[in-house]
């Protein structure tokens, strides 16, 4: 059961029966009443805002509809005080009896507690990485995959029909580039000599494997022959080879998507002619000229016919061309095809990780999916911040063109995969990110990766201790369900089950805003929770998990042990990390 679903129903309830009662007007849309916990946790463990949106729509003070909303509740049999704050909010005191019942429901569910229908299989696209198939992935790469995919896991919690996606970029000139550095690697394979490599094509070391390959299987096909020859023929090959990289470096990271979408692909087969058709149905393409960029005007500006499409009409600051001057489709253009494919795939909800040079995009995107399913479909976009790689403190200096980055598949060698996808989670997506090689795997509070794992470690430590000290005692959710966990009556214990039920309503909520992160931050807190506990047991001997005089508060004690680290496991799965039951 979620707590917080089952009193925002009580209230309800309440309402309606003012409402017939005709304390209340009939007819109230009860749609913007919530329950919360309230900021100070000393006023209470739930709190409702009924009062204060329903007192306009009622025609009264938020006052008079709390007195009466309080007058009932207080009557419930699992609140112990109900009361008004402010002008209007009512806190809410509930009995640790049913608190103390929300282990059961933990226990019955195990890691799948929390999951939810409230998706209801809703088909939702949500598509991440996305890097130009040009090289390895870095770090930068690595935060947005990992914001992507757990943000895809915490939505199939919740009952949404996700899929995965990766959209390959390769019709933009910069594959073209890859071909020509790639056909400078093939040359060098087949023992032409290579002095520095050229301004504007890309030097890593990482094209050398491509060029052996490529002279493997074509032998001197392509030497000394002209760019209109093999351009088309190696971009393709060297673009498949980058493909290849870039799905070891996701599989290293524990990241497998359903779709790999080509951007070529969908130009070639006409996507964008149907994209501008469709908006050329709505009235939404024109000719025109526009008005020239705001400050100083840029050398290559011109004032000539374009066309545009009508971007302002959905929330844009200006309407966008879509063809260039030599009449090939804009890269807007083409991303508008992308969306409507997707739209035409039978995802009207999209979402989108971009990486942190595209925020001036998202305006122009999220009118050109609203203009293109008109109305019915919605796009998301969570931008993801600057990684900055340091070691003890030191920035570790990236450059992808340069070929001196540090490569995704080297960190995760490095510190781990669950190590990286944790610490990528611990700041919101929007949010600049320190990622230290050295402080993320160390062993202290300050690490969260760290002190989330030890509390999980430290719970079947626990467990693995009573199997030992207590053969008569059944370790098992089904047998610990049993136990008489009305015995749970110290505030630390209490508090740290009170955190443990709201878990089912931080994942809709998280899921809800499409912000995983929020689930870092609960499992921290859920952490701290049972390391203070273990150490408020260290300190007074009556509150020690294991007590070898009374076996049925021990049974108690181990049922909230047991239910918590199935939380935390779940809480874990999402972030795709597995869990530890021992740490070495």
């Keep these: 059961m979620d707590g917080f679903k089952y009193f925002l129903g009580e209230v309800t309830r309440a309402l309606r029966e003012l409402m017939a009662a005709g304390a209340l007007p009939q007819g109230l849309d009860l749609s913007r009443v919530g329950v919360e916990p309230p900021r100070d946790p000393s006023h209470g463990d739930l709190s409702t805002n009924a009062a204060m949106v329903l007192a306009k729509p009622a025609g009264k003070k938020p006052i008079e509809i709390a007195t009466a909303l309080v007058e009932r509740l207080a009557q419930h049999p699992e609140v112990t005080e109900a009361v008004i704050a402010g002008p209007g909010f009512i806190n809410l005191r509930i009995a640790d009896r049913f608190w103390q019942a929300r282990l059961g429901d933990i226990l019955s569910a195990g890691v799948d507690y929390g999951a939810s229908t409230m998706g209801a299989g809703e088909a939702v696209n949500v598509e991440y990485v996305s890097a130009n198939p040009t090289g390895p992935l870095h770090l930068a790469h690595a935060r ?26 390769d019709a933009g000139g910069q594959v073209d580039v890859l071909a020509r550095s790639a056909y400078l690697r093939y040359g060098e394979a087949l023992g032409e000599t290579i002095d520095a490599i050229p301004e504007g094509l ?34 393709k ?29 969908l130009v070639d087969s006409g996507g964008v002619e149907r994209a501008v058709g469709a908006l050329q149905e709505r009235g939404l393409i024109y000719i025109g000229v526009l008005e020239p960029p705001k400050g100083k005007t840029p050398d290559d500006w011109e004032p000539r016919p374009q066309t545009l499409f009508r971007a302002s009409q959905f929330g844009d600051d200006v309407d966008r061309p879509l063809k260039k001057s030599d009449g090939s489709w804009t890269y807007f253009a083409n991303d508008i095809a992308n969306h409507y494919d997707k739209y035409r795939r039978g995802f009207a909800t999209m979402i989108d990780i971009w990486g942190a040079d595209h925020g001036g995009y998202i305006k122009r995107m999220t009118a050109a999916v609203t203009a293109i399913t008109g109305g019915k479909g919605a796009l998301d976009v969570k931008i993801c911040q600057l990684v900055k790689l340091l070691r003890d403190g030191q920035q570790v200096k990236m450059s992808k063109r340069a070929g ?30 320190d990622f230290d090689l050295v402080k993320v795997q160390e062993q202290s509070r300050d690490n969260p990766v760290f002190y ?47 955190l443990m039920a709201g878990w089912p309503r931080l994942i809709e909520s998280a899921a809800e805003a499409h912000e995983p992160h929020r689930i870092a931050f609960y499992l921290y807190d859920l952490a701290a929770a049972f390391h203070g506990l ?7 001997a009556s509150l020690r998990f294991l007590m070898p005089d009374d076996t049925a508060l021990t049974a108690a004690r181990l049922a909230m042990v047991r239910a918590f680290a199935f939380v ?7 972030f795709g990390v597995k869990p530890v039951e021992e740490m070495r």
């Design 144 to 169: 947005g995959a990992v914001v992507g995919d757990a943000l895809a896991s915490l939505l199939d919690k919740v009952g949404y029909k996700v899929t995965r996606e990766y959209y390959i970029n």
């Design 202 to 235: 890309y030097p890593g070391d990482y094209l050398k494997a491509v060029g052996v390959a490529l002279a493997a299987r074509d032998g001197k096909k392509w030497l000394g022959k002209p760019e209109s020859e093999w351009l088309a023929p190696i971009r």
């Design 237 to 265: 090959f060297a673009i498949d080879e980058m493909m290849k990289l870039i799905r070891e470096d996701l599989a290293a990271l524990g990241i497998h998507q359903d779709v790999f979408s080509s951007e070529r692909a």
């Design 404 to 433: 001196t980055f540090v490569t995704l598949a080297e960190v995760v060698e490095e510190v781990g995969r669950d190590v990286v996808r944790f610490i990528m989670l611990t700041r919101k997506n929007d949010a600049p990110l």
């Design 452 to 498: 989330v794992q030890y509390a999980h470690a430290r719970a079947h430590s626990v467990l693995r201790h009573a199997a030992a000290e207590y053969p008569g005692i059944g370790l098992d959710a089904e047998s610990l369900a049993k136990a008489s966990v009305q015995r749970l009556t110290d505030s630390g214990e209490l508090g740290l089950i009170r």
């Design 534 to 540: 273990w150490n408020k047991g260290k300190d007074e």
């Design 568 to 574: 935390i496991a779940a809480g874990l799965d999402i």
